[in-house]
């Protein structure tokens, strides 16, 4: 991706790889949870079709996604990631 800032689906990747309440939420009503987020209508896809089995490791998760690794990680690690459920 390259600019400095994190986008919308890896924070939101980053919390539900870490909070399985708001995982649940998503992979079951993830048109509600992306209501109001800026993320790309492909990605927005790839998030909407997501499984529980795409979870397995992040380096999954992000290939499933469309989006690095390495933004994944900048997602997980990001405050509000940490900080805020869905």
Same mark, same amino acid.
Not at 18 to 35: G, M, N, S
Not at 43 to 54: A, N, S, T, V
Not at 55 to 72: D, K, P, Q, R, Y
């Given at each position: 991706?390259?600019?400095?800032?994190?986008?919308?689906?890896?924070?939101?990747?980053?919390?539900?790889?870490?909070?399985?309440?708001? &995982?649940?939420?998503?992979?079951?009503?993830?048109?509600?949870?992306?209501?109001? &987020?800026?993320?790309?209508?492909?990605?927005?896809?790839?998030?909407?079709?997501?499984?529980?089995?795409?979870?397995?490791?992040?380096?999954?998760?992000?290939?499933?996604?469309?989006?690095?690794?390495?933004?994944? &990680?900048?997602?997980?690690?990001?405050?509000?990631?940490?900080? &805020?459920?869905?």
């Amino acid at each position: 991706m390259g600019s400095s800032r994190t986008s919308d689906a890896a924070i939101l990747l980053g919390h539900v790889i870490q909070c399985e309440d708001c &995982r649940a939420l998503l992979l079951e009503q993830p048109e509600r949870v992306l209501i109001g &987020r800026k993320i790309p209508e492909d990605q927005r896809q790839k998030l909407i079709d997501l499984r529980e089995e795409d979870f397995e490791n992040i380096a999954m998760l992000a290939s499933t996604v469309g989006i690095e690794l390495s933004e994944l &990680r900048e997602g997980i690690d990001h405050p509000r990631a940490r900080l &805020r459920h869905l």
